[in-house]
């Protein structure tokens, strides 16, 4: 099965709203520990594709297979069980809780537990959050109210968030959309640490962040792919450029 060597298997994705494909027969594939860019102008169909994977929008057809699953015959919540972790847009901290308990309160629930099973269930709980912590880069605010982080620390905080529950495909929507230069820097390092146990989508704007990043990136345009392959390929396709330089 040829199939077998992906992540991410998207083949033949349509959808259309009352008539209109905004994708339209889109298919690519994402490997294990790649990053995988999305970019396209305004309307391309980038939302939606993400939309599609994690189950918030059905597919008129096409099929989306991560690992064995068929991910456009599952809920919305199955899709979040299966390892597949989505970060929207605007952060969705909350802002009176400390780094520390917003990321306690994103650790997977799991069966319940009592007694000496819950304390050991905490001192894990503690490790885990320490540990994404470094990750973020917020060891060091552990204890400061959520609503005090810069707005790079927001974005991390919510990456952390969704990496407690240890997803094995990560989509990430503009992460570094509103941060300083060095905060892009240090997204960049991030997502390059956390692609060691997992896959990453991102749909990103910014080029040169895009550059620091992507593995491969798929460009969309009108609901359909493009080109795709390494940034220095795509840059140069003359169908990429003529799509870019027309806006
Ligand atoms: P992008 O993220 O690349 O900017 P989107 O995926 O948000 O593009 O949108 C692609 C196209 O589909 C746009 O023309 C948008 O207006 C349309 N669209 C997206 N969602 C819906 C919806 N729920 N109903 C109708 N049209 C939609």
Known sequence: ?????????????????????????????????????????????????????????????????????????????????????????????????????NLEISFPRGRSVFGALTFRRDAEVRRRVEEIAETIFLADHLDERAEFLSHGQKQWLEIGMLLIQDPDLMMLDEPVAGMSVSERKKTAELLHKIIKNRSVIVIEHDMKFVEDIAHRVTVLHQGKVLSEGSMDRVKHDPRVIEVYLGH
């Open 1 to 101: 099965d040829p199939q077998k060597q992906f992540v991410l298997a998207v083949e033949a994705l349509t959808v259309s709203f009352d008539g209109f494909k905004a994708v339209n027969d889109v298919s690519f594939y994402v490997d294990e520990n790649e990053i995988r860019v999305i970019i396209g102008p305004n309307g391309a169909g980038k939302t939606t594709v993400l939309d599609l994977i994690c189950g918030r929008t059905r597919a008129t057809s096409g099929s989306i297979k991560f690992r064995d699953m068929d991910l456009t015959k599952m809920s919305e919540s199955n899709i979040v069980l299966a390892g597949v972790g989505r970060k929207f847009q605007n952060p969705s901290i909350y802002d009176d809780l400390t780094v520390f308990e």
